[in-house]
């Protein structure tokens, strides 16, 4: 499995099929260096939730002109006239999708924002016998919350860091990774003009080495800071 990061929740997953997995290319991706076909080629394009940062139909739609991937999404968006006519499939909490060398089961997320229950979900995916954990936007979440005998000791999680009431901050973030006990941690959802000012990864690797130190199951965790555009191979 190859793990490319971009901004946010932006992931790109590879497996050795030479299959090609995106998740939710949204709006902080783009600039005049990088655009929806720098990207490569896309299979499958899962999105989570319909915030700005997550979805960006433009982006969309040239990607699907471009290597007409099959789409997943919620039911929140893909009940919309545009991506129904662009064929997006809805999924929801619970389902299972297979194709193309990925096992990909959506897990329960609890994302709220401006008010409102946001519809969304979280990814186990797995391919080449490696599990990565996609966390999707989500507060902390008790392990009777969700799917944790399935996701527990992935290999890879990734989880958001940016906090203002509607996603994991820091301290719950290494807490939760504590409850998963992965072997690698990528703490991502930092880049947004909101958050990028304030959030730097770094903190959550100081804080993570501190709490090493105090929580048994973090010991032997990886934390690994991905930049734009950085590839992992698992």
Not at 143 to 163: F, G, H, K, Q
Request: aromatic share 10%; hydrophobic share 35%.
């Amino acid at each position: 499995m190859k793990i490319t990061k971009y901004s946010q929740f932006t992931f790109v997953i590879e497996n050795n099929q030479g299959k090609r997995l995106l998740i939710d290319p949204g709006k902080y991706n783009y600039s005049d260096q990088f655009s929806s076909k720098d990207f490569g080629g896309v299979d499958i394009l899962i999105i989570t939730h319909k915030h700005a940062d997550h979805h960006d139909i433009k982006a969309e739609e040239e990607l699907i002109k471009l290597h007409a991937p099959t789409v997943f999404t919620s039911e929140e968006i893909g009940s919309h006239d545009e991506p129904k006519r662009r064929g997006y499939i809805i999924k929801k909490v619970g389902d299972v999708i297979e194709q193309d060398g990925f096992k990909i089961s959506l897990i329960f997320t609890d994302h709220f924002a401006k008010g409102e229950q946001v519809v969304n979900f979280g990814m186990f995916i797995e391919t080449d016998g490696v599990s990565f954990y996609h966390t999707s936007d989500t507060r902390f979440m008790e392990t009777n919350m969700y799917d944790y005998e399935l996701v527990r000791n992935a290999d890879v999680l990734t989880l958001p860091i940016s906090n203002r009431g509607v996603v994991m901050g820091i301290e719950d973030a290494i807490v939760f990774t504590s409850q998963i006990v992965p072997k690698i941690v990528i703490p991502a959802h930092y880049d947004s003009p909101k958050d990028s000012v304030r959030v730097n990864p770094q903190d959550f690797v100081e804080r993570f080495r501190v709490l090493r130190n105090r929580i048994e199951s973090l010991k032997n965790v990886e934390v690994q800071v991905m930049n734009f555009g950085d590839s992992l191979e698992v």
